[in-house]
């Protein structure tokens, strides 16, 4: 299957999103409860200048806001590590396979292992957290049980469904939507489906992506509208993200 520009994009901002993520144990970007301090890539910000950070993280959440308005579940698609995750597990390869199972429950314990550890090394350093957890530190301990469980449970359990009903991100995406909100259109003016499945077996949300790209569980991934492409040819797919234009009818874009 080619990779539209668009993937190419969106894959060099997960790429980007899971070095943030992971700069978070490597303590690049951690609260210091020892210095009291904020430390931001190398730099520490004191309880006097913590502010500074601070404002920086609320508006990059602004700017999340308001390119969601714009652009969609842009978050979900472009950063979300449990999208990641469903594209890995409910790709056409592995949906029909009868080894997903196993792949799923490796990565949920992988994944569930690395945020657990995210969340928890924003406030400890991973040696200090091995210390509290071996002299029986009963608040660490079951903070730990807790968030490793409760990974657990979205990424075996609830995957897609999550995102759909119980994500508050979703939630938030949902009140955010409006009229000039981009989304993926199907459009078959010419009959040329050929009702190969492609765009509903790669959809990580199991999507009917025909009757349903347009609905606000879409993520505006684009995977539907390459594998159209691979199916029907360069330039023909029958998925294309639009942006409506309010003054002058709808403009597509990618
Ligand atoms: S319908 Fe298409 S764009 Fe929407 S989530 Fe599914 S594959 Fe992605
Ligand atoms: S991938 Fe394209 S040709 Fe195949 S079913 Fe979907 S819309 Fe039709």
Redesign the pocket.
């Known amino acids: 299957m080619t990779m539209s520009k668009y993937s190419k994009r969106r894959r060099a901002i997960q790429g980007i999103s899971i070095a943030l993520l992971l700069s978070i144990p490597l303590r690049f970007f951690c609260f210091d409860l020892e210095q009291e301090c904020l430390r931001v890539f190398g730099m520490d910000f004191g309880l006097a200048t913590m502010f500074y950070p601070l404002f920086a993280i609320v508006g990059l959440l602004l700017v999340v806001i308001v390119l969601s308005m714009k652009k969609g579940r842009i978050f979900c ?1 472009h950063m979300c590590p449990m999208h990641m995750f469903l594209e890995t597990v409910n790709s056409p390869k592995n949906k029909e396979s009868d080894s997903r199972p196993v792949k799923v429950w490796i990565w949920s314990v992988v994944l569930s292992l690395f945020l657990t550890e995210v969340i928890l090394s924003f406030f400890q350093p991973l040696d200090h957290q091995v210390k509290m957890i071996a002299s029986g530190h009963l608040p660490i301990i079951g903070i730990s049980v807790a968030l490793l469980f409760g990974f657990m449970g979205l990424f075996v359990h609830y995957q897609e469904h999550f995102c759909k009903k119980g994500c508050p991100y979703a939630l938030i995406q949902m009140l955010l939507q409006s009229d000039n909100t981009r989304f ?1 259109e199907f459009a078959n003016p010419e009959k040329t489906c050929t009702n190969c499945r492609g ?1 509903d077996d ?4 199991n ?1 009917r ?1 025909r009757f ?2 347009k609905g606000t ?9 390459e ?1 159209c492409t691979t199916e029907l040819g360069e330039d023909k797919t029958l ?1 294309h ?1 639009i942006d409506p234009q309010p003054a002058e009818g709808a403009a597509e874009t990618k």
């Open positions: 698609s993926m765009c790669i959809c990580p949300f999507l992506a349903e790209s569980d879409c993520t505006n991934c684009n995977l539907c509208a594998a998925f993200l």
